[in-house]
Structures are given as C-alpha cells and as structure tokens.
C-alpha cells in the first residue's frame, strides 16, 4: 500500500496533552467535522501532504482544548433525552464527556491507496492513541471475537490478555480490518504498536500497546506508513459516548464505533472503557465478561458477526475505591449501564437504521443463552424487518420467527400459554391472534411509526424502541433483551457501496 505520510506530530502531541478532562464527544465532533473542514484546513488536501502536518494537528489539538473545558463530570442518562438537532446532541455529549482521571487521546488522518484495489485512488483512513498517561495499567480487560478468521489485532489481542501484562495504550484504525491479508497482518500490527511506543516514550515497549482496526477484510494494513502518522477512531453518523460517576468520585467512561456487520459474538464493533477507580484485574475481567454477555452480546443489525470486534475496559487505579461489596456492586451496576448504553446507540446507529427492535423474552424453557438465541432469530428476519421498516404490523411474519426457532431448536416447548406483544397491545394469547378491527391494526402501526428514526440521521432524535415481548408463561425460566435494527433501502445502498 502506498500512503502519504503526514508525520508523527499526533502522537508527540498525545505524549505531552495531560488533561484529565479531554472531551471526547468534542474530540469525535472534530472528527466528523474534519470530513468538510478542520481547524481552518481542508481535510481533502490531506491527500498528498499539501500542508504541514504540525501545523494541521497543533490546530486540531487547540480546536479539541477550546472545548475541553465545556466538559464536566455530569453522567449521562440511562435514556438519554430527545434531541431536535445535532449541535444539541453534541452539547449533552460534551458536557458528560470529561475522560477518567489519567487518559488523553490525540487524532490524525490521511490517505492511502490499496494494493488490491489501486483502481479505486485514494482512501480515507482515521485512527486513535488513547493513552493513560500516568503510567501503564496492569488493570485491563478484553473481549473479542468468536469468529473463526480473526482479524490480525484480535490475534495480538489474545496473547497480551494471555500473558497478563500491562498496557500503557490503545492504537485504532479504520477503513482496513488487516484480516487475512496477503501480507503479515500480526507483523503489521505488532509494527504499528512498535511506533506509539516509541513515539509515547513507552518504558514496556510495544507489548504494553494494543491495537484494533476495523475495514474492508482481505486488505494489507499500511503498516509503515501507518507507523508514521497514527489516525482517529472511525464514527460512522455520530458518536457514542456513556459516562457514570461513581459515589467514591471515580467515572466510567465509554466509547464505541460501529454501525454495520452488527451480530454477537459481539459485533463489528470496538468500544473502549476507562475508568480511574481502582480495580483488579481479576474483577475487571470477570465484570466486563458479563456485562459483555447481557449488552454487546444481545444485539444484531444485520446478523453478521464480526472478524475484528473488541471490547477493551481498563483502568488508571487513580481514585481510590474499596471492596466492599456495597462499591463493587456500584462498579459494576456502573459497568453494566455504560456498555447497555453503548450497545444500544450502536444499534441506534446501525447503517441504515430506521427502527430499533427491543424483544423481552420471559418464561422460555430453557437457559438464557437460549432465550437470547431466539429474540436474535426475531430480530434477524428479513421478511419481519422489512415489514417493521414499513411500519407494517404484519405479526404473521412475527409468529413465523418465533416457531421457526422453536421448530428447529426446541420441538418439544410448550406454546399453550404463550403470549406475545407489541407495543402495549397483546396481539396473540392461548393459540391464537387477537387482531380483530382496524383500530388493533391502526394502534400497532402507530406504535412503529412512533419509533422510527431518519436512515440518515446524524443525531438520535429518540430512544424508542419497536416492542416486541413473548412470554411462555410457567413453562420455563429463560429470559433475554435483544435488540435489533429494521431492513432499509438506504442499509442495502451502504453496504453496495462500502468499499467505495
């Protein structure tokens, strides 16, 4: 791959920006900004190097800092609010995006052209440092995925989780996931950690660095140009950001990308949460596991996992915290609602989202897993999900997911005291529907309508959701949220694009 190369000014700038506040909502307002014009600058004359590049990031960073101080310690909302426009949206983030005590981050971009694809000139690539910078944390936890063609960073992932070392940075890349490339995807990354050590002054050198990318699979990673000019995380519409203060002062503080190729385990998706409280690695591990399982784990945009999702959790150890089951608790309690928010604005924001699917499983005779794995079969129907897009009740194509699953994987439950919901609205009790009269036909409809969203929208202007329970009644003790995404014109004319 042919890159131009920018320079190493984002990552010197990391080295030496301190702040404990840096706003991330307003640090990935830069990003989405920087597609038209950033710090007086055309991203677009990013291409072949036409200014200085320590001149393009020093603006940059003083843009990031004009902001910083908009950002407090206020949380966000377990349901955010309704938004009429996007600066409003990026207000509330901002206010509620002051980073954990001992993390900063810096941002650059670029252009490269693809050795597959040199037809297609040059492309777009952003990427991220986070950094904790008063020191490397032995406190880190990781998920990744189960997908059988791993992407090279989830290979280097796994061995630094395995030999339980520290880490001192994250480095992310979009537009080129490095898996099963023609090249050395392991060397490329390991390569790309090698230049934020030794840019950041590392003292454990590139194994205390872990890296993520995210892009067109089969792709080569720009390795050594990359290892001269690391760029921002990738938003895809807007950002997601989630933040919780704790009682003992210290903040969990969460970010994420993803919008497509959204299916558990997890999904096309990498998220990154920071906290200052002090935690061991052992707690931190086993939280992020479960909280993994019951947020990231229960949603689904299009059914396709990922080869390069990642959740990484860690933390500064800065603001003390005890361990007492009354704080441990709260911790985790804390966790728990920044990846639930997280999973769900990812959804929210899936490509081409026009209405979010909530499905409420109780009573299933089975496990949770279980319970899980059909509301995942509801949300993934396409004949179902294009009728939620029409805003079309037709709860025969509800019915046929729900036995179709049943059919295949428990013959034997029992559907006799079954009911199923939507909205409000019992549309199916003791066998059969109840649907009879159009004003049954008219509120469901106005239930959808009520919950959907812009394909495009650059902003969440709501947090409803299109409800959908099904409940066995006594059978079982099975229970399950999963959240899902409707089927748009606009998510298939993303994705035949992708590339491009």
Known sequence: MKYTTLSLGVLALTANF???????????????????NVGGISHSNAQHGLYNANEYFSKRFSAVSSLNSLATRADTDVILPEFSTKEEYME??????????????????????SVEAPAMGPLPIRGTVIH???????????????????????????DRLAKGGPLHALVINNKVSNVCSGGDGVADSEKVCAAVADVLKLPGGAQTVLPSSTGVIGWRLPATELAQDVVPLAVKAYPKVRSKTLSCGARIVGIAKGAGMIEPNMATMLAYIMTDATVDKATLQS???????????????DGSESTSDTVVALSSNLVPMSKSDGDIAEFKDALMEVCSGLSADIVRNGEGTGHVLRVKVKGYPGT??????????VVNSALFKCAVAGNDPNTGRL???IGSFLGRFNEDAS?????????????????KFILEGDEVEKELSNHMEDAQLGECDDFPIHQKFVEIGIDFGSVGTGTATVLGSDLTKEYVEVNADYRS
Not at 423 to 428: D, K, P, S
């Open 18 to 36: 301190r702040s404990s506040s840096i706003s991330m909502a307003a640090a990935f307002s830069l990003q989405l900004a920087g597609r038209r």
């Open 92 to 113: 509330y983030l901002t206010e509620r995006s002051a980073l954990p005590q001992g993390f900063a981050s810096g941002t650059a971009s670029g252009k490269f052209i």
């Open 132 to 158: 904790l910078t008063d020191g490397p944390t032995d406190s880190w936890a990781a998920v990744f995925t189960k997908n059988k063609f791993p992407g090279s960073p989830i290979i280097v992932g796994r």
């Open 287 to 301: 939280m992020l596991s479960e909280s993994v399982d019951k947020s990231f784990n229960s949603i689904s945009v």
């Open 368 to 377: 949770n897993y279980q319970a899980t794995q059909m509301g995942r079969n």
């Open 399 to 401: 019915a046929s997911a």
């Open 415 to 431: 559907i006799d005291e079954m009911s199923i919901t939507m909205g409000e609205r019992i549309i199916f009790s003791a066998g």
